[in-house]
């Protein structure tokens, strides 16, 4: 240990120490789960996606310091979330709407423009902007592959936003988490 201290290094080579707080740091990390959220589907997820959900859980709690989703991101393991904030100022941090997103970032190969939270944000900016849950669903039938293996997980995703609703501070999402609620209800009763 006394050797791996002392040894010099270029200042962007990490040792093996770092690596090994690191690994630990992810590893709490993936332990915080937001209340409600189910555990299993927690751990299937991204950690792009779970830090979108986890910055959702710090704006219910009135938390909008930036620097909430830089400790956030830098123990999910996230390097690039800037795009993922509706806000950067400072104690007004906020990350984006569905609606807000729009289809800006979709499939843009990063790791998040393709996961399906993503999908799932774009089927609730159709369904506000259309003003019909119908155009939500059938984005994710035609645009997702595994739609049927994944549904599960994306009715566990609108469930959480859905709760949004119901948040004092989070009038900006009143809107967008209400359709989810109904684009929730119509994939839970969806039907071959």
């Known amino acids: 240990m006394k050797y791996e201290l002392a040894k010099l290094r270029t200042s962007n080579e990490e040792s093996p120490i770092e690596?090994?707080?690191?690994n630990a740091v992810k590893i709490a990390y993936d332990y915080l789960i937001p209340a409600g959220f189910d555990h299993y589907i927690w751990k299937m997820l991204t950690p792009e996606e779970r830090f979108y959900?986890?910055?959702?859980?710090?704006?219910?709690?009135?938390?909008?310091?930036?620097?909430?989703?830089?400790?956030?991101?830098?123990?999910?393991?996230?390097?690039?979330?800037?795009?993922?904030?509706g806000s950067t100022r400072a104690n007004n941090a906020r990350l984006k709407t569905a609606s807000?997103?729009?289809?800006?970032?979709?499939?843009?190969?990063?790791?998040?423009?393709?996961?399906?939270?993503r999908n799932v944000l774009v089927a609730i900016y159709l369904a506000v902007k259309e003003e019909d849950t119908m155009k939500g669903?059938?984005?994710?039938?035609?645009e997702l592959v595994d739609y049927?293996?994944?549904?599960?997980?994306?009715?566990?995703?609108?469930?959480?936003?859905?709760?949004?609703?119901?948040?004092?501070?989070m009038e900006h999402w009143k809107k967008d988490a209400y359709v989810a609620s109904i684009l929730k209800e119509l994939i839970s009763n969806d039907g071959i």
């Open 19 to 22: 690596k090994i707080i690191q």
């Open 53 to 85: 959900i986890k910055g959702l859980e710090l704006e219910k709690q009135n938390v909008y310091q930036l620097s909430g989703y830089q400790e956030l991101a830098r123990g999910f393991g996230v390097r690039e979330y800037r795009d993922l904030l």
């Open 100 to 117: 807000e997103f729009a289809m800006s970032g979709l499939n843009d190969h990063s790791k998040f423009g393709s996961s399906l939270l």
């Open 137 to 142: 669903r059938n984005w994710l039938k035609t």
């Open 148 to 169: 049927w293996g994944v549904r599960t997980t994306i009715v566990e995703i609108l469930s959480y936003i859905s709760s949004l609703q119901y948040i004092e501070n």
